[in-house]
C-alpha cells in the first residue's frame, strides 16, 4: 500500500531557527496535506498541494510540493514557542480516499 | 459552527470487553473517517463511511466495525478488546468526497485496555 516517509522524526532548535521537515513518497501522489498536532491535542489541518512544484506559505511557514509529486517540505523561518508540535504530511490514497499519514516530526523549542 | 465532537474523552477497559466510540461530525459534513494513534505514531486509517456506507477500511480486524447515523454521526465499537488496542481514537469529517479539503479532526478517546 501506499507509503509516506517523514525525517527527521525530531528536531530540537533554539527558538528563532529554522526548521525543516521533509516527506517522501515511493509513488506519485496526487496531493500531499500538512497537520499540526500539539502536545495532547489532535491533528489540525494547514494546508493541501496539489500541483506540481506547488509553493504555499502561510505567515512563517513555507510548504513545497516537489516536481514529480513524490516529495513535499514544510518549512519554519525563525521558529517560535507556539511552533511547538508534531507536524504530519499525509497523502489521499485508494479509492476511499483515506488520509496515509508519515511518521511526523516532533519539534521541540529552547526558549 | 461546532467542530467534530468526541464521547467519553477517557475510558478504560478490561482485555475481552467490548467498546463503543461516538462521534459527532462537523455541521454539513457528511463523511467520517476513524483513525487510530498509538503513542508516538502517525494515526492509522481504520476505516471510512460516506452517506452511511463504509467506502474504505484499513488494515483493521473485523473486530473493528462502524455505523454511520442518517445526521451523520458515527459509531465505532470494536470487540474482544486486546491489550494493543491502547491508543488514542480519533474521528474526523469534511464535505462530501471533494478532494479540495483537508479533514477536521475531534479531539479524541483516549482508549486503555488493562
Known amino acids: 500500500g501506499q507509503q509516506v516517509m517523514q525525517i527527521p522524526q525530531y528536531q530540537h532548535v533554539q527558538e528563532g531557527e529554522d526548521f525543516t521537515t521533509y516527506c517522501n513518497s515511493s509513488?506519485?501522489?496526487?496531493?500531499i496535506q500538512w497537520y499540526k498536532q500539539r502536545p495532547g491535542g489532535h491533528p489540525v489541518f494547514l494546508i493541501q498541494?496539489?500541483?506540481?512544484?506547488e509553493v504555499k506559505k502561510q505567515k512563517r511557514l513555507t510548504f513545497q510540493f516537489g516536481e514529480a509529486k513524490k516529495n513535499s517540505s514544510l518549512h519554519i523561518t525563525a521558529t517560535q514557542t507556539t511552533d511547538v508540535g508534531t507536524y504530519f504530511c499525509?497523502?489521499?490514497?485508494?479509492?476511499?480516499?483515506?488520509?496515509?499519514f508519515g511518521q511526523g516530526t516532533r519539534l521541540t523549542i529552547n526558549p | 459552527e461546532t467542530g467534530v465532537t468526541q464521547s467519553p474523552t477517557h475510558l478504560i477497559k478490561t482485555r475481552g470487553q467490548q467498546v463503543t466510540l461516538r462521534c459527532s461530525s462537523q455541521?454539513?459534513?457528511?463523511?467520517v473517517s476513524w483513525y487510530q494513534q498509538a503513542l508516538g505514531q502517525g494515526p492509522q486509517f481504520i476505516f471510512q463511511?460516506?452517506?452511511?456506507?463504509?467506502?474504505g477500511r484499513g488494515n483493521f480486524p473485523p473486530r473493528f466495525s462502524g455505523l454511520q447515523f442518517p445526521n451523520y454521526s458515527s459509531e465505532l465499537n470494536v470487540n474482544a478488546l486486546e491489550l494493543d488496542d491502547s491508543a488514542l481514537y480519533l474521528c474526523?469529517?469534511?464535505?462530501?468526497?471533494?478532494?479540495?479539503?483537508?479533514?477536521?479532526f475531534g479531539s479524541g478517546t483516549r482508549l486503555t485496555v488493562v
Open positions: 463511511y460516506y452517506r452511511e456506507e463504509e467506502n
Open positions: 499525509a497523502a489521499l490514497g485508494g479509492g476511499a480516499q483515506k488520509l496515509v
Open positions: 474526523a469529517s469534511r464535505q462530501g468526497q471533494v478532494r479540495n479539503y483537508g479533514y477536521t
Open positions: 498541494l496539489v500541483k506540481s512544484g
Open positions: 509513488t506519485t501522489l496526487s496531493n
Open positions: 455541521s454539513g459534513h457528511n463523511t
